[in-house]
Each structure stands twice: as structure tokens, then as C-alpha cells.
């Protein structure tokens, strides 16, 4: 499989509920994040991990933890969310975090909803 | 800081028509440009990107952008709307800050194609 893969690709869960979000990259790449993407905003960044190092923190509540075990791994842990919450999720890879050029790719995302 | 504004949210064209998906950026610096593309239920892809060399990329699926400078414009276009073009458009300027760059989205277009 090639690309960045996401799963699930549905989730539904209660606002008492511990649920995680996967991703993998095939793309031997070394930089890996996390979006939100809610009706009627622009895409929000979340974390950035390079070489499996958390190196942006984007004042996210602390009920979403990411983990990232590898550079070809990148989680996202959720707990005690509020139906706001409810969102499309994107993971993203790049080659690295220091260069402007880099291009971003993207995963199918998971359709979270909270209830 | 860097941003993009997307001008319109929606856009409607006739299948076979021109399309026109209109992007303004700041920048303090020389940017790095990328226009992505979302299906629905989909990630993003990525359509073409401007790094500063050539000011006319041209991209996937017949799209093609000019970088304007004096403007301070990356506009989207393509000859003739197909209905796969149907889709959400995002045009993005990369960003550093402390050491790190960062993708800064815009609001995105709905584009419409009619038959």
C-alpha cells in the first residue's frame, strides 16, 4: 500500500468515550500532522512531529493526544470530547519540517462525531 | 505572518467553460505556493505548487497557476471545466516560524460545474 492511510475512516463515539485515530505513511517520510477540518473553517494544524519529536503544539485541549512511536506511525487519542469536536481529521507527511518547498500529503481522513 | 485569502467561497461554472479560482497571498518573503484539491469524503491531493522558479506551474488534471508578485496573486485556472472538477479547492502558503514551516490555508472554494 502506498500513501498515507488513515483508520478508521468513521468513528462514532460518546463524550465518555476513549477512542484513537491511526495513521501510517509509506512514503518514507520524515515529518508527520494533525488536522481539523470543521464545516465552514479553514483546515486548523494541530501537532507536527519531525523524526517522531512533538515540535508544534497548537494550544489543542488536552483531551486529544497524539503519539508518534515512529517516523511511519502517527496517533491521535481521544478522550472525554465534546460534540464541537466532531470533525473531519486529516493526517499529513512530508519529507521534513524545514524546508518552505516541502509538499504536504494527505490522508483520507476520519469522520469523527460525538454524541 | 504569511496568509492567503481565497476571494470567493463558491464558484459555479458551465462544463466546458473556463475556471477561474482566484487566491491572494502576504508574505514578507519569497513564498512557497500549493494549490490543493478535496473531493468529497476525501484528503487532499495536491494540484501544483510555486517555489520560486518558473511563475507559471502548471499542475495536474489540465490546472495551471501564474505567480504575480506585483499583484500578489496565485490564481487557479483551467481552460475547460470538466464535471470530475466538481470539488473544494484549497490554495495554501508555507510559513515558518520558530524553525518549523507550517502550511496556512485558506478558506477554500466550492467550485460547481454544470452540464
Known amino acids: 500500500e502506498t500513501g498515507v492511510t488513515q483508520t478508521p475512516r468513521h468513528l462514532v463515539m460518546g463524550m465518555t468515550n476513549k477512542k484513537s485515530l491511526k495513521c501510517e505513511q509509506h512514503l518514507g517520510h520524515n515529518a508527520m500532522y494533525w488536522y481539523k477540518q470543521s464545516a465552514k473553517k479553514p483546515l486548523e494544524l494541530m501537532f507536527v512531529?519531525?523524526?517522531?519529536?512533538?515540535?508544534e503544539n497548537n494550544s489543542v485541549p488536552s483531551r486529544f493526544s497524539p503519539e508518534c512511536p515512529n517516523s511511519s506511525h502517527l496517533f491521535l487519542h481521544l478522550h472525554t470530547l465534546q460534540p464541537e469536536d466532531s470533525a473531519l481529521y486529516l493526517c499529513a507527511s512530508s519529507q521534513d519540517t524545514g524546508l518552505g518547498t516541502d509538499t504536504q500529503y494527505f490522508g483520507p481522513g476520519t469522520r469523527l462525531t460525538v454524541l | 505572518a504569511q496568509s492567503v485569502t481565497q476571494l470567493d467561497s463558491h464558484v459555479s461554472v458551465s462544463e466546458g467553460t473556463p475556471v477561474l479560482l482566484r487566491c491572494n497571498y502576504s508574505?514578507?518573503?519569497?513564498?512557497?505556493l500549493f494549490w490543493y484539491v478535496q473531493h468529497p469524503n476525501k484528503g487532499l491531493q495536491l494540484l501544483l505548487k510555486y517555489t520560486s522558479a518558473a511563475t507559471l506551474v502548471k499542475g495536474i488534471n489540465g490546472f495551471e497557476a501564474e505567480f504575480k508578485k506585483s499583484e500578489t496573486s496565485f490564481h487557479l485556472t483551467k481552460p475547460s471545466a470538466h464535471m470530475s472538477d466538481a470539488a473544494e479547492y484549497f490554495c495554501v502558503v508555507s510559513n515558518k516560524t520558530s524553525g518549523t514551516y507550517k502550511y496556512i490555508f485558506g478558506t477554500g472554494t466550492r467550485l460547481k460545474v454544470l452540464a
Open positions: 512531529y519531525s523524526l517522531e519529536e512533538r515540535v
Open positions: 508574505s514578507s518573503y519569497s513564498p512557497s
